[in-house]
């Protein structure tokens, strides 16, 4: 049982590409999130999703979209990075949103 | 929307000692508030979480107090050991609304033996 898992751990972008960070679940939960953690500035939602189907946006949205591919996966893409997106990305799912959420491993994404 | 503020931003304690962490959110239909460990390096992990219904919840030497009229719940931490040195993260969430589970700065707790 893998959990939740992320695909890169690491990525170096130069500003303007773009990329697609992968998250896979395999625990049949229905909820899934994307938060990106800067320091002193907690974890930030970006995109998440309640259900297979549906998305909605978190607090810190712009710049970056997200696709439901199924239940189990949920990718963030970036279209053209920006260094202000230099961060550390987590994925996390959760049964229910009232839920435990459980973390992907982070990507350390660093755009210069 | 939801906002979750935390406090301190730093806290240091003796080992044995007590440690308290305070949040506040702003939207009144939050029925739902988890607290997540973040060791360094690693991954956010659950550690207790408490809901609307309820007023104070323990495990150990960790209890979770809530006031839904002020709006604002506290984490506590009896007996720290250095094991407990970690960034702490409260989050709230009005999951009945389709809600954002949304999180609090953080608080990087050291504790000194």
């Known amino acids: 049982n893998a959990g939740v898992t992320q695909t890169p751990k690491f990525q170096v972008l130069k500003t303007g590409q773009s990329m697609t960070l992968q998250c896979a679940q395999d625990m049949n939960h229905n909820s899934m999130y994307w938060y990106r953690q800067d320091p002193g500035m907690g974890l930030r939602l970006i995109y998440y999703?309640?259900?297979?189907?549906?998305?909605d946006k978190g607090e810190v949205p712009n710049g970056y979209n997200v696709s439901r591919l199924n239940k189990r996966e949920f990718s963030l893409r970036l279209e053209s990075a920006a260094p202000s997106q230099t961060s550390v990305y987590f994925c996390?799912?959760?049964?229910?949103?009232?839920?435990?959420?459980?973390f992907g491993q982070g990507t350390r994404l660093t755009v210069v | 929307g939801e906002n979750v503020e935390q406090h301190p931003s730093t806290l240091s304690v003796q080992e044995g000692d007590s440690a308290v962490i305070k949040c506040t959110y702003s939207?009144?239909?939050?029925?739902?508030f988890p607290w997540y460990k973040q060791e360094l390096g690693k991954r956010p992990q659950l550690i207790i979480d408490?809901?609307?219904?309820?007023g104070e919840k323990k495990d150990q030497r960790i209890a979770v107090t809530l006031n839904k009229t002020a709006k604002h719940f506290s984490l506590h931490i009896t007996e720290t050991q250095p094991e407990d040195s970690a960034v702490y993260f409260c989050?709230?969430?009005?999951?009945?609304?389709?809600?954002?589970?949304?999180f609090g700065q953080g608080t990087e707790l050291s504790v000194k033996p």
């Open positions: 989050a709230a969430i009005a999951y009945n609304q389709g809600g954002k589970l949304i």
């Open positions: 939207d009144s239909a939050s029925n739902y």
């Open positions: 408490i809901r609307s219904n309820v």
């Open positions: 996390a799912s959760s049964l229910k949103l009232d839920g435990e959420a459980f």
């Open positions: 999703s309640a259900s297979e189907g549906t998305t």
